[in-house]
Every structure is written in C-alpha cells, then in structure tokens.
C-alpha cells in the first residue's frame, strides 16, 4: 500500500510538472512564485507537502528529449543535467522573475545558437552543450528513463521505488493503517528534516523573521522545535513520567 501511494504521488507529480491540462496549471500558477520557487505552505491542499516531495523523485527520473525547445524553460527544467540551470547556479543575485526564455531561445534552424554570456555560465559549469543532440523540426519531448518506452506510469513508478534503499526501521510506525496517511507524511518529513521551518524556508533563499511560536525565546528550527523548546521539554517530561520512559534527546 505505501508503494502505492508513493506512485500516485508521484503520478500527481508528474501532472504538476508537465501537465497541459487546467488543473495542472492552476497547481503550477498557486504554488510556484514568480520566481520559480515553489511555495512550502500548504495553501490549504491536503495533499501538496507529499506531491512537493515527489517532484524532487520526478525531477531525478525524467530527462528531456530537445526538439523546438518551445516547451523546454531554459533555466527551470533539467534539458542538460539532473539539475536545471537555476539549482547549478544556487544564486539569488540573479533576476529570477525577469528570466523566462525558452530553450528555441538558443536554437535556430535546429542548431545551438548560444549567447556569449550563457556560453561563459555552461563553460563554468562544464556543460559541453554541443554534446546535447537536438531532434530538429519535432517538439520537445518529456521522458521518464526507468521506462524503456519513456512513458510514466503508477506500474514503472511501483517497480522504481519497491527496488529504492534499505527499509528503515521507523517506517512501520509510520505506514500503519491506525495512523492517518497525512500524519504518515508529517512524520516522514520530520524525520527528513523536510518541515517548513524557518530554518528551512531560509536555506531556500527566502528572507523570513524567525522566532519559536510555542516559546518565543529562539529562532524556529526542526531542532529547537523538537528537543531544545522549553514548551517541549516540558510536554516531554510529562510523556517520561506518564508512560514510565526515559528519553533522551
């Protein structure tokens, strides 16, 4: 079961990050800036924390197939490595809102066309881009490499994953049917240090006041959050001396 609901989440994923259809540009347009961030808050979907981790799993998997370059965004989607150009670069001097190109910025008559500047950043960032093929005069095509055919389905994503890494032990507390799904994936991002924290918010670039809701003593971090807040301690303490347990941090 946890198999599949991975997969649907990562078919969920796949919609967000290539659908044409309304629906998945309505997702795309409430949670990504205009930046090309996406945005941590839940916005009120219930399902968007588990599909924002998907699409770092889809992201890993997919590749692009250059035709036009018409559908391929030059800086936000990996065309020439498993990162885009904008995760390589990890800077926030650069106008982000302002770049929108499209790859058929840099392709004329089915032929790289680069300009000098972004020929400097690939060079730095040793991307030969005259070793990437293009399929001149067909459209760009998104593809999903552990399918043969290229082709993402909740079959492909199901083998994928079920061969994916050891099984650690905390996952059969976390994947049981007494505990609610949601609260399963609030667990696994506690554990993965994927919470929305302040301290997080800021490791993508995004400048934020921080301060623990719960003491207002310290900066809000998964840590504080969980060992070093007074207001936890104590509910610690409490849970020690109602269930007869020593916990140590």
Known sequence: MKEVNLSLLIKLAWNFLNGKDDCSKLMRAKFTTKAGYRIFATQGSSVWAG????????????????GNGEDIDLWRDNWCHLLSLKDLINSDSLPWSTLKEKMSFIIVDGQWNVPTNLAVILHRLN??????????GKPDKKVWKPD??????????????????QTFWWSKYLYRKPIHPRLGMWGWRLIHDCLPTDENIRKKGIV?????????????????IQWGCKTTRTLWEWISQLFRIQITD
């Open 208 to 224: 934020v006041v921080s301060m623990c809701c719960l003491c207002k003593e310290a900066e809000e971090s998964s840590n504080h």
């Open 127 to 136: 991307i030969d881009i005259n070793g990437i093929t293009i399929s001149s």
């Open 51 to 66: 599909v924002r981790w998907a699409i770092t799993e889809v992201e890993q998997r997919s590749g692009w197939i250059i």
């Open 148 to 165: 043969v055919q290229g082709k993402l389905s909740v079959k492909s994503t199901f083998q994928e994953i079920r061969k994916k890494g």
